[in-house]
């Protein structure tokens, strides 16, 4: 990821595959590829193309805000971060490392407990990624609770597409 995080060849072809695979909502898809593609400016950025830009964080305060600072490495966004793998954990009863990788980009090493829970894990990290871009000037991060539900929103709404599909077919077949 350009600046701190570095992928191996195998890594991207995983972080890029993730583009297709974490919803079939095409704004998620979109937040995926952002974050993928480093797309959404920087203070750091920012300052450098307009230097009357401030290249500070607008939560901490840091003064050289980059991409991983916004959406990982600030102290409010990484606490955060921790709660919401803490949750996801619960949930599948998995604990899952507290891993930028994971996290930013869907790369995982981690044991895979089962496809279908990878899914789970991938749509409400997303989620959260999806939260900090629209978040982007905010001097608070994310907030947990509006978080998990959007995620209960979200997962009920992947299931009941899930079986209209399979209706669908059932129809085809019948
Ligand atoms: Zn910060």
Known sequence: MGQGIELTDQQWTMALAQVRHVSRNARLKCTHFNYVHQTYLSPHR???????????????GHDDATFLHMTWECPEIHSTWR?????????????LTLDPLLCLLGVTKQNKRSKYYMKFVDLALT????????????????????????????TTAEVNALDQDRQAQDGDGG
Do not use: G, N
């Not at 709660?83 to 604990?95: A, G, N, T």
């Not at 990624?129 to 929103?153: E, F, G, S």
């Open 127 to 154: 989620l959260f990624k999806c939260m900090i871009a629209m978040a982007w000037k905010a001097t608070r991060p994310p907030d947990v609770q509006a978080w998990l539900r959007v995620v209960l929103r979200w």
């Open 83 to 95: 709660h919401i793998m803490q949750h996801v954990s619960d949930i599948i009863d998995v604990s």
């Open 46 to 60: 920012l300052h450098h193309m307009f230097t009357e830009a401030t290249p500070r964080c607008p939560r901490c």
